[in-house]
T-cell receptor, first 115, second 112 residues
Framework: DAGITQSPRHKVTETGTPVTLRCHQT?????MYWYRQDPGHGLRLIHY???????DKGEVSDGYSVSRSKTEDFLLTLESATSSQTSVYFC??????????????FGPGTRLTVL | KQEVTQIPAALSVPEGENLVLNCSFT??????LQWFRQDPGKGLTSLLL???SQREQTSGRLNASLDKSSGRSTLYIAASQPGDSATYLC???????????WGAGTKLIIKP
């Protein structure tokens, strides 16, 4: 299994508070991704990173920001959490030897509940 | 815009049967197609990736095929076991894009 961990694994927070989720990899892969998974919507890309300090928006980036200061860590921040951001968040990585077109490997997920 | 469909949404079969899961896509300009399994409350496990230039990939009891011209991929599971029970997802990576486009999944139950 690819070495990907996510923290925390579960979090309950209140509307309006900032929340940061962490993805850590030990594979030295270039690309990292944040997805959310919701019933009826499947998986949707929030942001992705193609290198240290290089990030771009995905399909559902509003209300989220990301940072990548080291190869191994990719942080997702909900600037002011809303109930619509209650979801399961997955981090994924790919090695980028063929650009962005490589096999993606997923972390265990973080279940976030915003009350 | 690419659309990925998986039919059926759910499938229940007795242990030992060979079975086929289907994935169809509307735009044949894909770079690759990936199959995943997801266990309840867990993350996604990559099963097989087929590049657009390939016709099939095999891993153990799993075989995935790709027919770009017809917009179809199938995942064949041989000699199914209760441990194969999970939701199976397919996703395409389109040429010139960076986002995986996902099917809704097929929930598979293997009855002992």
């Amino acid at each position: 299994d690819a070495g990907i961990t996510q923290s925390p694994r579960h979090k309950v927070t209140e509307t309006g508070t900032p929340v940061t989720l962490r993805c850590h990899q030990t594979e030295n892969h270039r690309y990292m991704y944040w997805y959310r998974q919701d019933p009826g919507h499947g998986l949707r890309l929030i942001h992705y990173s193609y290198g240290v300090k290089d990030t771009d928006k995905g399909e559902v980036s509003d209300g989220y920001s990301v940072s990548r200061s080291k190869t191994e860590d990719f942080l997702l921040t909900l600037e002011s959490a809303t109930s619509s951001q209650t979801s399961v968040y997955f981090c994924a990585i790919s090695d980028g030897t063929s650009g962005v077109y490589n096999e993606q490997f997923f972390g265990p997920g973080t279940r976030l509940t915003v009350l | 815009k690419q659309e990925v469909t998986q039919i059926p949404a759910a499938l229940s079969v007795p242990e030992g049967e060979n079975l086929v899961l289907n994935c169809s896509f509307t735009d044949s300009a894909i770079y690759n197609l990936q199959w995943f399994r997801q266990d309840p409350g867990k993350g996604l496990t990559s099963l097989l990736l087929i590049q657009s230039s390939q016709r099939e990939q095999t891993s153990g009891r799993l075989n995935a095929s790709l027919d770009k011209s017809s917009g179809r991929s199938t995942l064949y599971i041989a000699a199914s076991q209760p441990g194969d029970s999970a939701t199976y997802l397919c996703a395409t990576l389109d040429e010139g894009n960076y986002q995986l486009i996902w099917g809704a999944g097929t929930k598979l139950i293997i009855k002992p």
